[in-house]
């Protein structure tokens, strides 16, 4: 049974950094793209980032774009959200989310239940 | 960036009811549309993927359909569980990108 597990969130002050970890079993990890997701209370669904099967290709929404580092650590079956210089527009439940593909033209197949993440003073 | 914009935002209907949302990509996206449901403190589900091909144990009264630019959601008789919030999210270019979502309830 696949599983992604989110920890890490919590209330940070704004410019604060936190990192976001996500723990993955249920399948080979080094096979597929996995993703950042957010949203914030009652709005929609905001692609965050993405990482390639090998960390060889990445991307980030414009939001969070030289704020935010993924990474991953596939031998530990882990993935990662380090971000940094924290605003309240950022305040969100964020998601581990597992793509079909190794690539990035396939589809969110698995979800985590997701972290809170509360930017305020 | 590809902006993806869906319609209505809101609807009311009731059980029985053949339902359908519209999603629209700023352009071709060829058929990298993908749909999501997601009920209130639920994570998103995967019911559709590639525009057309329903998610393995997805009711098949879920049907998605279109290519390019233009893609439909259609429920052909809503239950009582299919009640909830649906995103269309496109795949073809990053940044990835969700439609603000379209959501059903109970007329």
């Known amino acids: 049974e696949v599983q992604l597990v989110e920890s890490g969130g919590g209330l940070v002050q704004p410019g604060r950094s936190l990192r976001l970890s996500c723990g993955a079993s249920g399948f080979t990890l080094d096979d597929y793209t996995m993703h950042w997701v957010r949203q914030a209370p009652g709005k929609g669904l905001e692609w965050v980032s993405g990482i390639s099967w090998n960390s060889g290709s990445i991307g980030y929404a414009d939001s969070v774009r030289g704020r935010f580092i993924i990474s991953r650590h596939n031998a530990k079956n882990s993935l990662y959200l380090q971000m940094n210089s924290l605003r309240a527009e950022d305040t969100a439940l964020y998601y581990c989310?597992?793509?079909?593909?190794?690539?990035?033209?396939?589809?969110?197949?698995?979800w985590g239940q997701g972290t809170l993440v509360t930017v305020s003073s | 960036d590809i902006q993806m914009t869906q319609s209505p935002s809101s609807l009311s209907a009731s059980v029985g009811d053949r339902v359908t949302i519209t999603c629209r990509a700023s352009?071709?996206?060829?058929?990298?549309l993908n749909w999501y449901q997601q009920k209130p403190g639920k994570a998103p589900n995967l019911l559709i993927y590639a525009a057309s091909n329903l998610q393995s144990g997805v009711p098949s009264r879920f049907s998605g359909s279109g290519s390019g630019t233009h893609f439909t959601l259609t429920i052909s008789s809503l239950q009582p569980e299919d009640f909830a919030t649906y995103y269309c999210q496109q795949s073809y270019r990053t940044p990835l990108s969700f439609g603000g979502g379209t959501k059903v309830e109970i007329k």
């Open positions: 352009q071709t996206i060829s058929s990298y």
């Open positions: 989310v597992k793509d079909r593909s190794s690539g990035w033209n396939g589809y969110f197949d698995y």
